[in-house]
């Protein structure tokens, strides 16, 4: 059984660690402010999307493969850091002015969802992060260890979800103005993809 008091003290947790700025915060406010709100809203999706998909693999114990295996984890490390730098690159490449948001919504809806979830689903260092996390709020000796982790796992992902589409709800402000101005636009698709190749660079550093 969850005691009450563990249950708090893992939402106080999950609190701080939702607030605190990271590599999916970056991603989600880059895309918000370089391609408008409703892609900011199928990147939160698709980030949720690969964090739940995390808190299975941690449940099942393909997570601990990451954290003992270097190969392992080199690889998909490797793999996430490329596929950043791939959509940075990309990024830079477009320097023409922002296009409309309906435009963005017809023609990459499913592409802006599978890149959230990839960014994330890429990154080990999330899934030892959840190896790590989660277990800390699960009795070794519970009869139903398993669904408690992915309770915990599930209200993580709710909690984080809704902080994120809250960010996007402010950022997307910023998105008109940018949309707006030739130059600043033009800026801003340069600044966003900086911001995805720092991201992969960053990741390249992670060491188990």
């Known amino acids: 059984m969850l005691e009450a008091h563990d249950f708090w003290l893992f939402l106080s947790a999950s609190f701080l660690l939702w607030i605190t700025p990271g590599p999916d915060t970056m991603y989600i406010l880059a895309r918000t402010i370089s391609q408008g709100r409703f892609a900011g809203l199928l990147s939160v999706l698709g980030v949720s999307a690969g964090i739940l998909a995390h808190t299975l693999f941690a449940a099942i114990g393909l997570s601990a493969i990451l954290a003992t ?62 190896l790590a996390f989660l277990p800390q709020f699960v009795a070794p000796d519970s009869n139903n ?17 809704l902080w994120c589409l809250l960010l996007v709800a402010f950022a997307s402000r910023f998105t008109g103005a940018a949309r707006s101005n030739a130059r600043l636009s033009r800026a801003v698709g340069k600044v966003t993809g900086f911001v995805y190749i720092g991201l992969g660079l960053n990741l390249l550093r992670a060491k188990l």
Do not use: D, E, W
């Open 69 to 130: 295996s270097a190969l392992a984890f080199t690889a998909v490390k490797f793999i996430g850091a490329g596929y950043l730098i791939y959509l940075g690159i990309q990024a830079l490449r477009n320097h023409r002015k922002l296009a409309a948001a309906s435009g963005v919504v017809v023609q990459c809806r499913s592409q802006l969802f599978y890149q959230g979830f990839l960014t994330n689903l890429l990154n080990p260092k999330i899934a030892i992060f959840f």
């Open 145 to 161: 260890s398993s669904s408690i982790f992915l309770f915990l796992g599930g209200v993580f992902v709710l909690g984080g979800t």
